[in-house]
Structure formats: structure tokens, C-alpha cells
């Protein structure tokens, strides 16, 4: 029986070509990414709606965007350890099951404390989602496409929120915010099927439980690696967590690059949910009606669409650390031109679009970033720690964006808080960016 070179599995996943099985695993974490994207937007879409209809101010509504970060921060860190310990694809399901069951809960709420509790259950459904379609993806692209394929994977979740958008500013009128909840709780419930049926699990997860079935089998023939075991009857050795996952984060020279990763995430989140979250019903107060305002909200999610095309090619270019530095810088000025400049209507749309372009366009590229800066071995859990503690930021931008509401400032203006969280994004950057070149001149000389 021919036996397994456990360097040579990895090798092979690490250089594995682009066929129908990867690009199927990608396409189907994109439609993931794309209900994940909606569920977030969609309590900022209907909050407008809800405080007419329940005669609440837009700002009482502060609680139900906390929690909805307090629930994804809870999901990214849990379901970090969960993927690497009990695989990419369970998380993924129960996680579209929390997104289905909380949404349609949320259509018979009568009252902001029972948004509160039901928009906690989604938050964990949201942050599971984002770290385990990352790994998944992650493990079924060859190293050199990772970090451009895993930012497109990432286009699903701006994409999920600007076609949501445009469709609840369609449905809106005619059926009113319970529309909203329909679709973010049907959608997910559609797609767990397909998931069942079509979506492999990790091959490095497969590999390292080591256990054979004929499905699993013909899934590494596939991908060209002999699912035989090694010769003495050992497990598989791939790149995947031994012992405390999260510890693993601060070894091998991953403690830096983490700490300046999570601080990262913290600041572009902040800016990302405070803008996000309260920008409907900035809108509203600024003269919009509630249909007009998610319209216009959703050219948000419309930008990172158009940007992440021009990061990929660019990042190969020039490095995505640059890229991301140049956009986070640019993001800080269209940020102030919303909130201090009184545009006209047209030209007000070009400038959320265009911050959509830096903030959330920013975070797809981050994303690929830091998927391809963490080894394998420790990829979920870093990008569901990363989310996880970058949702600190987004439960502290929808709580500071209702005080300054609270405390009288006019309504665009609070969201100059984002240029200074901008700016510390940028500082995290380009400090990861010096990390990485001295690494590289460290490798050089030991070839040499």
C-alpha cells in the first residue's frame, strides 16, 4: 500500500490548481458572505420604518446595533476554536440556522427589548459565518491566489447589503419593515441545503482526524493527495492547531503581528458600524423618506464592490499593505466631506458611495490580508479572534453614534469619529507592513 508524505499533502494543498471543486467551495461561501452581509444591514434599514410605526425615537434604537456587535463578537470567538476543532462546515450551518430562526423571530417583536435579545442570537449566526467561510476558503485555493480570492469570497457581504437595499427600498412601501426580517431569516434556510449537499469540508480538518470514508476519500483523489496513512499507521500531519489554538496566535513570531492585526480590526470596525448602522437613519433625519434613506444607505455596500476589483490587481502591484493605507487615508477625507459639507442630493449619494469604496472596501482587503498572514494551522481561529475582538469596535461605533445623537450633535457630523479610527488603521498598516519587509530580510541572508 502506498504510504503519505504528510509534507508532501501540504505542499499539495498549498499549490493546488483552480478547478470546478474550488471555485464551487468559493461561490457558495460567497452566497454565505451575501446573507451574512444582509442580516447586518438589515436592523439599519428598518429602524427608520420601526420608529414610525412604534412613535420611538431613531436613537432608542442604540441597543438593538450593540447587540447586534456584542452577538458577532461572541460568534467570531467561538466559532474560531469550534472550525479548527470540529470543522469549517458544522459551523457554517448552525450558524445559518441562528441567522434563519432569530430574523423570523424578529418579524412578531413588538418591542425594542425583544429586537435587543433577537438581534443578539443573530450577531452570533453573523460572526460565525465570517471566520469559517474564510477557512473553508482558505483551505481550497493555492497560497499564491489566497488573499485576492478570499477578498472576492468577501465581496459577497458589501454585495448582500447593496442588493438587500435596493430591494427593501422596493418592498418597503408596499409591505412595510416586517419585509425586511422575512428575507434575512428565508434566505439563510435556503441555502443549508445546499450546503449539505455540495459544500466539502476542510481537507487539512479531514486529514487531521483522519477519519476514511469513501466520500472523503474520492474528495482528496481530487485534490491529488493519496488518502492512504503513513506507514507505521500514524494520523495525517497537515498544517493544522495542536493545543490551545488561540495560544498558537502568540508563537512562532505571530504575537506583534497579532496585537497590531487585532488593533486594526478594532479601529475599521468602529468606523464601518458607526456609519453603517445609524447611516438610514442619519438619512431619515436629514429629510429622506425610510425608503429613500436605504436606498441611498445601500450605495454603501455598493462601493467595496467596485474597489475590491481595483485592490486585487493593485495589492499583487504594489502590496496590499500600501493599498490598504492609501484607502483608509482617502476614507478619512470623504468621511469629513459627509459630515461637515451640506451636498446636494446627487453629489451626497457619490460621497456614501465612495466611502463605502475606503471603509467597508478597506475590510475586504484586511480580510485577505490577514488570512494570508497567518499559517494554516491557526488561520480560523486569527480571523475569528480578529473579527471577535474587532467587534469591540462594532459595539462601541452604535453606541457612541446614539450618545452624540442623544447629546444634540447635528446627525452627519458624528461620523467624524471615524476619521480618527481611520487614522489608527492606517498607523496598524503600514507597522505591518515594516513587520513583514524585515521578515522577508531576515529570510534572505539564511538562504543565502
Known amino acids: 500500500m502506498p504510504t503519505h508524505n504528510p509534507a508532501s499533502a501540504e505542499a499539495r494543498l498549498e499549490s493546488q490548481r483552480l478547478g470546478?471543486?474550488?471555485l464551487r467551495v468559493a461561490f457558495i461561501c460567497t452566497l454565505a458572505q451575501m446573507f451574512d452581509g444582509y442580516d447586518i444591514t438589515s436592523i439599519g434599514m428598518a429602524v427608520p420604518s420601526l420608529s414610525a410605526a412604534w412613535h420611538i425615537p431613531g436613537a432608542a434604537f442604540a441597543n438593538t446595533f450593540v447587540m447586534s456587535s456584542v452577538g458577532i463578537m461572541v460568534g467570531a470567538l467561538a466559532s474560531g476554536p469550534a472550525g479548527d476543532r470540529l470543522g469549517r462546515k458544522p459551523v457554517l450551518i448552525v450558524s445559518l440556522l441562528f441567522l434563519t430562526i432569530s430574523s423570523l423571530?424578529?418579524?412578531?417583536?413588538t418591542s425594542i427589548s425583544e429586537l435587543v435579545i433577537w438581534r443578539f442570537v443573530t450577531g452570533i449566526g453573523i460572526g460565525g459565518i465570517m471566520p469559517a467561510t474564510v477557512a473553508l476558503s482558505s483551505d481550497y485555493v493555492p497560497e499564491r491566489l489566497r488573499a485576492?480570492?478570499?477578498?472576492?469570497v468577501f465581496t459577497g457581504n458589501p454585495l448582500g447589503g447593496f442588493l438587500g437595499g435596493q430591494l427593501v427600498a422596493q418592498l418597503l412601501p408596499h409591505f412595510g419593515w416586517p419585509a425586511i426580517f422575512w428575507i434575512g431569516?428565508?434566505?439563510?434556510?435556503?441555502?443549508i441545503p445546499v450546503m449539505l449537499l455540495w459544500l466539502p469540508e476542510s481537507p487539512r480538518f479531514l486529514l487531521a482526524r483522519g477519519r476514511m470514508t469513501t466520500s472523503t476519500e474520492r474528495l482528496l483523489q481530487t485534490l491529488n493527495i493519496e488518502p492512504a496513512g503513513t506507514a507505521d499507521g500514524s494520523a495525517h500531519v497537515v498544517d493544522v492547531s495542536q493545543g490551545n489554538p488561540v495560544a498558537g496566535l502568540f508563537r512562532d513570531g505571530l504575537a506583534t503581528t497579532t496585537v497590531f492585526v487585532w488593533i486594526l480590526?478594532?479601529?475599521?470596525?468602529?468606523?464601518?458600524y458607526l456609519i453603517s448602522y445609524w447611516l438610514p437613519t442619519v438619512l431619515n433625519l436629514s429629510g429622506l423618506s425610510p425608503a429613500d434613506s436605504v436606498f441611498a444607505a445601500s450605495l454603501m455596500s455598493a462601493g467595496p464592490l467596485v474597489s475590491v476589483f481595483a485592490m486585487a490587481p493593485l495589492s499583487r502591484h504594489f502590496g496590499p499593505q500600501r493599498v490598504l493605507a492609501v484607502m483608509l487615508v482617502a476614507g478619512v477625507l470623504v468621511i469629513a466631506i459627509v459630515g461637515l459639507?451640506?451636498?446636494?442630493?446627487?453629489?451626497?449619494?457619490?460621497a456614501i458611495f465612495l466611502m463605502g469604496c475606503c471603509t467597508v472596501g478597506s475590510m475586504t482587503g484586511i480580510n485577505g490580508m490577514t488570512a494570508a498572514l497567518y499559517p494554516a494551522r491557526v488561520r480560523t481561529t486569527g480571523m475569528g479572534w480578529a473579527l471577535g475582538v474587532g467587534r469591540l469596535g462594532g459595539i462601541g461605533g452604535p453606541w457612541l453614534g446614539g450618545v452624540l445623537l442623544v447629546a444634540g450633535w447635528p446627525p452627519r457630523q458624528?461620523?467624524?469619529?471615524?476619521?480618527v479610527t481611520a487614522l489608527i488603521g492606517t498607523f496598524c498598516v503600514v507597522m505591518l507592513h515594516i513587520m513583514k519587509r524585515r521578515r522577508e530580510l531576515q529570510i534572505v541572508p539564511r538562504l543565502a
Request: proline content about 9%; hydrophobic content about 65%.
Open 20 to 22: 470546478p471543486l474550488q
Open 105 to 109: 423571530a424578529c418579524v412578531y417583536a
Open 148 to 152: 485576492p480570492i478570499i477578498m472576492v
Open 185 to 191: 431569516g428565508l434566505l439563510p434556510l435556503a441555502l
Open 265 to 272: 480590526y478594532f479601529a475599521n470596525l468602529l468606523s464601518i
Open 341 to 350: 459639507a451640506n451636498l446636494p442630493h446627487d453629489l451626497l449619494l457619490l
Open 414 to 419: 458624528i461620523f467624524l469619529c471615524a476619521c
